[in-house]
């Protein structure tokens, strides 16, 4: 028996030490599967798109551009079925201005003169009650036949314009500064001479002729007169150098207002001007217009204005007291049946605009 057990050993033992010698081989890595092949792509050169847009954030400042406020023009609107201007007596004017011709509120003060032969002055008047507060001659003129006055930022214009037979060549506009109605009781004027460059005949033809004139405004620095057309009843606009010298009043365009032209009036913030006339029978209308462009008052909007009651009478002057407001002067007048004192009225329009 330990033959066989010793048998055994001896022939195990070196099978066990070639076991243990050797070592297992194993792979480095462990085997790649097979992966097909990708394939090639051949890149082409992209267009060029400029530069790209950057977009930005939420905290990237974005600047706009302000547009600047324009202030919008006033508009005449049709007139309402109850759109009505109304206009009262204020009060009898003096005796020593009973023929009042032109008018301006300006500086808180109001001013008037007397129609052809008066002195050649100015006269305030007290807005109360008709009373003259003040006096101011103008020295080097004389009053052949004023009839409108207007102002602009610096100076007064009065208009010796007035021209019933048609044969004037001596047609004037003294200049006087505005400061001296408030400071003095007495100024030397400037003078425009001026003549019409589409007048040819000055032969005597009483109110046969279209070129006598009782309207003038100031406005962008050139004076602006109305004519009061005898034979056609319409009214001519003449653009005139506000510069003292020798000038000629230019026609620019013709309106036919279906009356004679006596006073105008404008606002310079609104741009509304105001033309007064009258009829045969002495019914007195004003035209309001509106929207014009640059120099041509009859351009733009147009109206007669809708009184509640007639007025009639011979109105010679008008002016602004504010934006839908106005004075207006009559002088005395008598014909046929008819007798007027000389007064001063309020028209109030506001009922005609918005």
Not at 91 to 110: Q, R
Not at 195 to 205: A, H, I, L, T, V
Not at 239 to 255: D, P, V
């Amino acid at each position: 028996m330990k033959n066989k057990i010793h048998l055994l050993l001896t022939l195990s033992l070196p099978l066990f030490v070639l076991n243990c010698s050797v070592k297992p081989t194993t792979p480095a890595h462990p085997p790649k599967a097979d992966v097909p092949t990708q394939p090639t792509v051949t890149q082409t050169t992209r267009p060029s798109l400029g530069r790209p847009i950057s977009i930005p954030t939420q905290t990237s400042p974005v600047i706009r551009q302000q547009r600047v406020p324009t202030q919008p023009t006033p508009v005449v609107r049709q007139t309402p079925k109850n759109g009505q201007s109304y206009f009262t007596k204020r009060f009898k004017l003096p005796n020593s201005i009973n023929e009042t011709s032109g008018l301006i509120k300006l500086d808180n003060g109001l001013w008037t003169f007397n129609d052809s032969g008066g002195k050649a002055a100015l006269y305030q008047v007290d807005e109360r009650n008709g009373r003259i507060l003040k006096t101011l001659n103008i020295q080097n003129a004389v009053n052949k036949d004023w009839e409108d006055i207007a102002y602009d930022d610096n100076y007064v214009y009065i208009g010796d314009i007035g021209n019933n037979l048609g044969n004037r060549k001596d047609l004037k506009v003294y200049k006087i500064p505005r400061a001296s109605l408030r400071t003095e009781k007495s100024v030397r004027a400037e003078i425009i001479y001026f003549n019409y460059n589409d007048q040819k005949n000055f032969n005597s033809r009483p109110k046969q002729h279209n070129h006598d004139c009782e309207a003038m405004v100031a406005h962008n620095g050139k004076l602006y007169l109305f004519s009061k057309n005898w034979q056609n009843q319409q009214t001519s606009l003449y653009e005139l150098s506000s510069q003292a010298g020798k000038h000629t009043a230019k026609r620019i365009s013709t309106f036919n207002i279906q009356g004679m032209v006596t006073a105008a009036s404008i606002n310079q913030e609104l741009d509304i001007l105001l033309l007064t006339t009258y009829s045969s029978l002495l019914n007195v209308n004003v035209w309001a217009f509106t929207n014009y462009r640059a120099n041509n008052f009859f351009n733009g909007n147009k109206k007669r204005l809708n009184f509640t009651s007639p007025l009639q009478g011979q109105v010679e002057g008008i002016t602004f007291v504010d934006n839908y407001r106005a004075y207006l002067s009559s002088e005395a007048f008598s014909k046929y049946i008819f007798s007027f004192d000389a007064s001063l009225y309020q028209l109030n329009f506001s009922g005609e605009f918005e």
